[in-house]
């Protein structure tokens, strides 16, 4: 399975985007198993930010960004999103998409088996 992230730039604070995140390959990998996104800032480790299940019916938020963020899927499209609200320059990062082992919205790193190349947002303020 092949992950893209995609939708990053530059925008002011308060402003909004939306990610997304294509998967190719193993089609039935991407319909059966959880996904999420994760941030990496600068000389800081990779951090969780959003997950759905494979259906769509659990999602899990970051504290830092619950009510701000929604993360969606699309499984006929192979597609997640990401959209981001009322952004803050503490959001600047390098934002990933990752494919998880099983089929539930896991915040835990551990557990996702691809990872795609991220897609880079900076919010300034």
């Known amino acids: 399975v092949q992950l893209q992230a995609s939708g990053g730039g530059l925008v002011q604070a308060g402003d909004s985007l939306r990610l997304s995140c294509a998967a190719s390959?193993?089609?039935?990998?991407?319909?059966?198993?959880?996904m999420g996104w994760f941030r990496q800032a600068p000389d800081k480790e990779r951090e969780f930010v959003a997950s759905?299940?494979?259906?769509?019916?659990?999602?899990n938020y970051s504290d830092s960004v619950k009510g701000r963020f929604t993360i969606s899927r699309d499984n006929a499209k192979n597609r997640v999103y990401l959209q981001m609200n009322s952004l803050k320059p503490e959001d600047t990062a390098v934002y990933y998409c990752?494919?998880?082992?099983?089929?539930?919205?896991?915040?835990?790193?551990?557990?996702?088996?691809?990872w795609g190349r991220g897609t880079l947002v900076t919010v300034s303020s």
């Open positions: 990752g494919a998880a082992r099983g089929a539930w919205a896991s915040n835990d790193r551990g557990t996702y088996q691809y």
């Open positions: 759905v299940s494979w259906n769509g019916h659990n999602i």
């Open positions: 390959g193993r089609g039935r990998i991407f319909s059966n198993n959880g």
